[in-house]
């Protein structure tokens, strides 16, 4: 397929701005052949005016019908074959296996939001029969359920040009409660973006659905990405990426005559605790296991672990002197694009100007594109628990180890933490028994708690949470990864003493969805 360089919006591509830009090959640092036309103003606007013109039919499609639409983006998204793969390496810098693994993801995830928006219990349905001779007041007949919430603007990600962009999990969720999406392309792979927007026009064109359902827009700059989220069609946001910029988006948001909600996964340094008898037991294995979940994809994962507490052991050096040896060994690697370069390098040069910290190893030093090396630091945990501040996100193959003296220390330092993403034990039947009140402070502070697995690698299915407390997201009530991630896209309505004509059908006497419901406070399958 040749590529455009346009914006598409509402099926239709559009080039009116004079801005253009390229994309380039991280591993190499060339420039790709192409053009793309930064979105104009008025670009963004025709397409939230598209997507709430489209709201009006979307919102009440049948639940077949999203199945079917999901079903047929992913469909199309494989039918790009080779031209998608070629294209999405060569601007990520990731291996064919990433990328292909990542597709697959992708069309899964798609597919698996329209078995839930097919099968359609996800809305909730509440049923209150009214009661006419209650005393002292009749009951009237109450009834509610989750209707979408409107147009949502997606943020593509740096680090997953495919999973986490234009038809990543935050498309797929709103799409399957009812929501048209105008999707920001991430102008590190604008050629990926635009290949994928094709697919979606495709499907929403054989599904027969408003041509708003869906546009895509493209940029180089803040400017674009601003007008969306300002945009009074818009009615949520969700993003991927740096708490920087999720923490802009969520300002402006905010200063709307209508506020929206933003739901941004911000990153995370996952803390991991090494308990005693695990390191005592395990520690090659676990060295070897973190090496390997520290650098994987040069270490640009939102589940990277950065942060690693060492219980106290009768041997301390063995585990640090193994992980010392394990990193001098490992490749550089091409990193996503130059500004995450430039800003790991920082991430490191901080690291190296703090008195607590210290580099532990590093390794094989980067020869071309924009690559990455591998450090490994150690500091104290007195000296976290003083202050110290190692515990933001270096995004990128880095972690710091910290060795802590007691069981006390341990637990004090996971009570300071921060929001994350994930926290992870790794111990023995022993361990946790010793260590419970450790959990349970945990518990405070993450979406997921792991024992014995590092966090690099997220499940998408029914009960996995992406999420946690600020600064990992601004709404730790919520998921961006797993089915419960189409709650973020929808809003309680309630209907009372309405005739069944006017109902939804999900509320409807008959059921004629055949879904489960809650019918009088219990729980009842169709």
Avoid at 101 to 108: A, L
Wanted: hydrophobic share 40%.
């Amino acid at each position: 397929m040749t590529l455009t360089g346009k914006n598409y919006i509402a099926g239709q591509a559009s080039a009116a701005g004079s801005q253009t830009f390229t994309g380039t090959n991280p591993a190499t640092g060339e420039e790709l052949p192409g053009h793309f036309h930064v979105a104009s103003e008025a670009e963004v606007d025709r397409a939230a005016r598209a997507a709430m013109e489209a709201f009006a039919t979307y919102r009440n499609s049948s639940p077949d019908v999203r199945n079917r639409f999901l079903n047929a983006i992913a469909d199309e998204i494989m039918a790009l074959g080779d031209d998608l793969i070629d294209r999405c390496c060569a601007e990520s810098g990731l291996p064919p296996g990433r990328i292909t693994g990542e597709r697959g993801r992708t069309v899964n995830q798609l597919r698996l939001f329209g078995e839930v928006a097919g099968e359609g219990s996800w809305v909730d349905a509440r049923i209150d029969f009214p009661d006419p001779d209650r005393q002292p007041l009749p009951k009237p007949d109450v009834r509610s359920m989750l209707r979408p919430l409107g147009p949502v603007g997606v943020f593509g990600a740096s680090n997953f040009p495919l999973a986490f962009s234009v038809a990543g999990g935050d498309t797929a969720s709103a799409l399957a409660a009812g929501c048209p999406v105008v999707a920001k392309g991430h102008p590190s792979h604008p050629g990926t973006c635009e290949l994928i927007a094709v697919a979606i026009n495709k499907a929403v064109a054989s599904c027969g659905l408003p041509a708003g359902t869906f546009s895509l827009i493209q940029g180089n700059s803040n400017e674009s990405g601003a007008w969306l989220v300002q945009h009074p069609a818009i009615k949520a946001i969700g993003f991927t990426g740096s708490h920087g910029g999720g923490t802009a988006l969520q300002r402006i948001a905010n200063e709307r005559p209508q506020p929206i909600p933003v739901y941004a996964e911000m990153g995370s340094t996952n803390p991991v605790f090494i308990l005693p008898g695990a390191l005592e037991e395990r520690g090659e294995e676990i060295a070897a296991g973190l090496t390997q979940s520290v650098t994987l994809g040069a270490g640009q994962f939102c589940t990277n672990p950065g942060l690693v507490f060492l219980a106290p052991t009768a041997n301390p050096a063995a585990f640090t002197d193994r992980v010392a040896e394990n990193f001098r060994d490992v490749e550089a690697a091409a990193m996503l694009n130059q500004s995450i370069q430039r800003a790991y390098e920082k991430g490191v040069s901080t690291l190296r100007a703090n008195g607590a910290v210290t580099l532990l190893s590093e390794g094989k030093a980067a020869d071309k594109g924009y690559a990455g090396t591998a450090r490994a630091f150690v500091a104290s945990a007195e000296h976290y628990l003083a202050g110290e501040n190692f515990e933001e996100e270096v995004f990128g193959p880095s972690t710091v180890l910290v060795k802590g003296h007691s069981k006390d220390e341990l637990v004090k330092s996971a009570a300071r933490l921060h929001g994350h993403l994930t926290a992870t034990l790794f111990a023995t039947d022993a361990d946790l028994g010793e260590y419970a009140d450790l959990v349970a402070v945990l518990e405070e502070k993450v979406g997921r708690l792991i024992i014995n697995a590092f966090p690099t690698g997220v499940e998408v299915g029914h009960a996995m949470v992406h999420g946690g407390p600020f600064p990992a997201t601004t709404d730790s009530r919520m998921t961006s990864v797993g089915t419960r991630a189409i709650d973020r896209f929808a809003r309680p309505v309630c209907y009372q003493n309405f005739p069944q004509n006017l109902l939804p059908p999900a509320l409807q006497d008959s059921n004629p969805l055949s879904i489960h419901r809650m019918i009088d406070g219990v729980r009842q399958a169709p």
